[in-house]
């Protein structure tokens, strides 16, 4: 067998692969050729690959006399199952889970698409399919969907129509050059009975060995318990995947393939009781903190962290929770750092103008390392030569594996669409990094703060089991809601408010309870409702201040304080009041965020939603 590959050994920290479900993309990807059964082998993988959100799922199998046989569904893997009519007992097929883009959710629209003789299923967006669809209707070919990927399958076609006496690779290589945007395909060709070929840029594909044959997906889950042994394609490598044989190009040459062992120790698999991953994780979050206690303190990994001293400012880059997280970490960082850091929005960032240099540092952060926008940040600021370090927490991931140094952020697997447990260890990282700056510059001892990490475990435990009934009663039924705080503490409220509009549907907005009354006060009347946080002393009153402004606008208010100082509180000014554990100014923000992560939870259990796999939304962006 040829099993070759090259492997990059840019990262600083911990190098083990990480199985379980925890590479997160939008739509699915899962290819077989082997000894068993393909069917039950690729619904096995579609099964596991469900977690991420999807609209619909198909299959399409190769069968012993060759006939390629599909079969799609809106809806679930289980929907699928039920329409799986042939016996398919061939050893070589392909499958996907569908998340809509380009085209409706419809069956026409679900992936495997057939054109001639290829089949195919395909990750990413292909941006120039308008331009290529208009060539090939002009060559004859017709379309019954409005996909790209359609667009995709008939352009190989073609190609390889014009050009069957070439190698499946060189039709590959051909079609590379024509297809602008990203994408993870993988196909096969009726004429080839025991191969899929493969072609990969911008969206993650590997290649895993199994004792019964070769696999391939979107992400290594798929196939955890099949195999020991995968490989992530990089960019614009292509090529052919048998049961005994691999053979992956770029440029025309083949690549020695080195593969990664798969570590399964830490990857705690299913719902152990709990009734949904989301509650699973935030509950985690209680042991985990201990956990890198013992990395950071004990273990002393933050000596090993990079120094932040080096640099004249920092830029943060990530999306969604990423970004919240990023959000914190300048806080603390420009506090106890005295660093200039500027947090940017992925999307943002990629198209606006840098003023970057050798003195910067930037920091990516992402839970996935497979988010596309965060990914394409990378690709942009490389060309500035500055020094960039991904927080990341998949191993081995896109992001983790081009940036130049890596910190691992080591929340094991999370499945819920809804980040908790991974945001609460971006920022203990940040906070670390923070740390590292302070002792650096003297401002404060490790002694200062180190039983306040410590006593994090306890702190979360508290949250954990506070009784969120009364507040919830007053937010179910609300439409919208305000989350307010100052600082810091804006920040977290950032961070919750997206928490609860994700899983609970109620439209919620942040704010810098200051900035209410320059315009959003317009709104605040005896139907509102709001969320306050106030745990920093020195800011405190002012913010109830502004809860006073809201109070009497007849709004419904539920505050958030620290214990501590709440003892000449006005209870006039709240309807409901949490009084949170004392921290210090790292570790506040993770007890804030464990009260809002069960708020929302509770919010969306008590509406009966879907909380692990909200509605139109992905675990992992991976398109534009
Ligand atoms: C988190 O709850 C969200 N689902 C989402 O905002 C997410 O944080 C964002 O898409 C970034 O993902 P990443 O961390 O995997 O890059």
Same mark, same amino acid.
């Given at each position: 067998?040829?099993?070759?590959?090259?492997?990059?050994?840019?990262? !600083?920290?911990?190098?083990?692969?990480?199985?379980?479900?925890?590479?997160?993309?939008?739509?699915?990807?899962?290819?077989?050729?082997?000894?068993?059964?393909?069917?039950?082998?690729?619904?096995?993988?579609?099964?596991?690959?469900?977690?991420?959100?999807?609209?619909?799922?198909?299959?399409?199998?190769?069968?012993?006399?060759?006939?390629?046989?599909?079969?799609?569904?809106?809806?679930?893997?289980?929907?699928?199952?039920?329409?799986?009519?042939?016996?398919?007992?061939?050893?070589?097929?392909?499958?996907?889970?569908?998340?809509?883009?380009?085209?409706?959710?419809?069956?026409?629209?679900?992936?495997?698409?057939?054109?001639? $003789?290829?089949?195919?299923?395909?990750?990413?967006?292909?941006?120039?399919?308008?331009?290529?669809?208009?060539?090939?209707?002009?060559?004859?070919?017709?379309?019954?969907?409005?996909? !790209?990927?359609?667009?995709?399958?008939?352009?190989?076609?073609?190609?390889?129509?014009?050009?069957?006496?070439?190698?499946?690779?060189?039709?590959?290589?051909?079609?590379?050059?024509?297809?602008?945007?990203?994408?993870?395909?993988?196909?096969?060709?009726?004429?080839?009975?025991?191969?899929?070929?493969?072609?990969?840029?911008?969206?993650?594909?590997?290649?895993?060995?199994?004792?019964?044959?070769?696999?391939?997906?979107?992400?290594?889950?798929?196939?955890?318990?099949?195999?020991?042994?995968?490989?992530?394609?990089?960019?614009?490598?292509?090529?052919?995947?048998?049961?005994?044989?691999?053979?992956?190009?770029?440029?025309?040459?083949?690549?020695?393939?080195?593969?990664?062992?798969?570590?399964?120790?830490?990857?705690?698999?299913?719902?152990?009781?709990?009734?949904?991953?989301?509650?699973?994780?935030?509950?985690?979050?209680?042991?985990?903190?201990?956990?890198?206690?013992?990395?950071?303190?004990?273990?002393?990994?933050?000596?090993?962290?990079?120094?932040?001293?080096?640099?004249?400012?920092?830029?943060?880059?990530?999306?969604?929770?990423?970004?919240?997280?990023?959000?914190?970490?300048?806080?603390?960082?420009?506090?106890?750092?005295?660093?200039?850091?500027?947090?940017?929005?992925?999307?943002?960032?990629?198209?606006?103008?840098?003023?970057?240099?050798?003195?910067?540092?930037?920091?990516?952060?992402?839970?996935?390392?497979?988010?596309?926008?965060?990914?394409?940040?990378? $690709?942009?600021?490389?060309?500035?030569?500055?020094?960039?370090?991904?927080?990341?927490?998949?191993?081995?991931? @896109?992001?983790?594996?081009?940036?130049?140094?890596?910190?691992?952020?080591?929340?094991?697997?999370?499945?819920?669409?809804?980040?908790?447990?991974?945001?609460?260890?971006?920022?203990?990282?940040?906070?670390?990094?923070?740390?590292?700056?302070?002792?650096?510059?003297?401002?404060?001892?490790?002694?200062?703060?180190?039983?306040?990490?410590?006593?994090?475990?306890?702190?979360?435990? $508290?949250?954990?089991?506070?009784?969120?009934?009364?507040?919830?009663?007053?937010?179910?039924?609300?439409?919208?809601?305000?989350?307010?705080?100052?600082?810091?503490?804006?920040?977290?409220?950032?961070?919750?408010?997206?928490?609860?509009?994700?899983?609970?549907?109620?439209?919620?907005?942040?704010?810098?309870?200051?900035?209410?009354?320059?315009?959003?006060?317009?709104?605040?009347?005896?139907?509102?409702?709001?969320?306050?946080?106030?745990?920093?002393?020195?800011?405190?009153?002012?913010? #109830?201040?502004?809860?006073?402004?809201?109070?009497?606008?007849?709004?419904?208010? #539920?505050?958030?304080?620290?214990?501590?100082?709440?003892?000449?509180?006005?209870?006039?000014?709240?309807?409901?009041?949490?009084?949170?554990?004392?921290?210090?100014?790292?570790?506040?923000?993770?007890?804030? #965020?464990?009260?809002?992560?069960?708020?929302?939870?509770?919010?969306?259990?008590?509406?009966?939603? !879907?909380?692990?796999?909200?509605?139109?939304?992905?675990? @992992?962006?991976?398109?534009?």
């Amino acid at each position: 067998m040829v099993r070759y590959r090259y492997k990059k050994q840019n990262q !600083d920290c911990n190098k083990t692969i990480s199985s379980g479900k925890d590479k997160k993309f939008m739509c699915g990807i899962v290819g077989y050729v082997g000894k068993d059964k393909a069917l039950s082998v690729l619904i096995q993988g579609l099964k596991r690959l469900e977690y991420r959100g999807y609209d619909s799922a198909g299959i399409a199998i190769r069968d012993i006399n060759g006939k390629i046989s599909i079969c799609k569904a809106v809806g679930r893997v289980n929907d699928l199952e039920k329409k799986l009519r042939y016996d398919a007992s061939g050893n070589l097929g392909i499958g996907h889970t569908r998340w809509a883009t380009h085209g409706g959710v419809t069956v026409n629209n679900c992936h495997p698409h057939h054109v001639g $003789k290829v089949t195919i299923v395909h990750n990413g967006i292909l941006e120039n399919y308008l331009e290529l669809k208009t060539i090939l209707c002009n060559e004859g070919y017709n379309f019954y969907g409005d996909t !790209d990927t359609e667009v995709a399958c008939a352009y190989i076609d073609y190609v390889y129509k014009n050009n069957s006496s070439s190698e499946i690779k060189d039709i590959l290589e051909k079609c590379m050059n024509i297809f602008v945007g990203s994408y993870a395909i993988v196909g096969m060709i009726e004429d080839y009975d025991s191969e899929l070929f493969v072609m990969k840029k911008d969206s993650p594909l590997i290649i895993a060995l199994g004792d019964n044959g070769t696999y391939v997906a979107s992400d290594i889950s798929a196939y955890a318990n099949d195999t020991k042994e995968y490989v992530p394609l990089e960019d614009m490598e292509y090529g052919t995947i048998m049961d005994n044989e691999i053979h992956i190009y770029k440029n025309n040459k083949e690549l020695e393939l080195l593969f990664n062992t798969l570590d399964v120790t830490n990857n705690e698999e299913g719902l152990q009781g709990f009734n949904h991953y989301m509650l699973k994780e935030i509950y985690e979050q209680k042991d985990l903190v201990s956990k890198w206690y013992n990395r950071y303190f004990n273990n002393h990994e933050i000596d090993s962290l990079v120094n932040m001293n080096d640099f004249k400012k920092i830029h943060i880059v990530g999306c969604g929770t990423a970004y919240h997280a990023g959000m914190v970490g300048k806080y603390l960082l420009e506090y106890y750092g005295d660093i200039e850091v500027q947090v940017f929005i992925a999307s943002e960032y990629r198209y606006q103008k840098l003023f970057i240099d050798k003195d910067t540092l930037v920091i990516f952060i992402s839970q996935s390392g497979e988010t596309a926008d965060t990914l394409a940040c990378i $690709k942009k600021v490389k060309e500035y030569g500055v020094m960039t370090l991904g927080i990341v927490n998949v191993e081995n991931s @896109s992001i983790a594996r081009i940036v130049d140094k890596v910190i691992y952020t080591k929340a094991l697997s999370e499945v819920a669409v809804a980040s908790t447990k991974a945001y609460t260890a971006q920022v203990y990282v940040l906070s670390m990094l923070a740390l590292k700056m302070a002792l650096a510059n003297d401002k404060l001892e490790i002694v200062d703060v180190k039983d306040f990490y410590l006593n994090l475990s306890n702190l979360i435990d $508290k949250a954990l089991n506070y009784d969120y009934k009364h507040i919830i009663d007053l937010i179910w039924k609300q439409e919208h809601m305000f989350y307010l705080g100052r600082n810091i503490d804006y920040v977290t409220m950032m961070e919750g408010s997206l928490k609860l509009k994700e899983i609970s549907y109620i439209h919620s907005e942040a704010m810098a309870a200051g900035e209410l009354k320059h315009g959003t006060i317009s709104l605040m009347d005896e139907h509102s409702c709001i969320l306050v946080m106030a745990t920093l002393e020195r800011l405190a009153n002012k913010t #109830i201040s502004n809860i006073k402004e809201v109070k009497s606008r007849g709004a419904k208010v #539920i505050l958030l304080i620290r214990e501590d100082i709440s003892n000449n509180l006005d209870s006039d000014c709240y309807d409901e009041v949490i009084l949170l554990p004392k921290g210090c100014y790292f570790t506040q923000p993770i007890i804030n #965020i464990v009260y809002l992560q069960m708020i929302a939870y509770e919010v969306a259990k008590r509406l009966g939603l !879907d909380i692990d796999k909200p509605r139109n939304l992905a675990k @992992s962006v991976t398109v534009e």
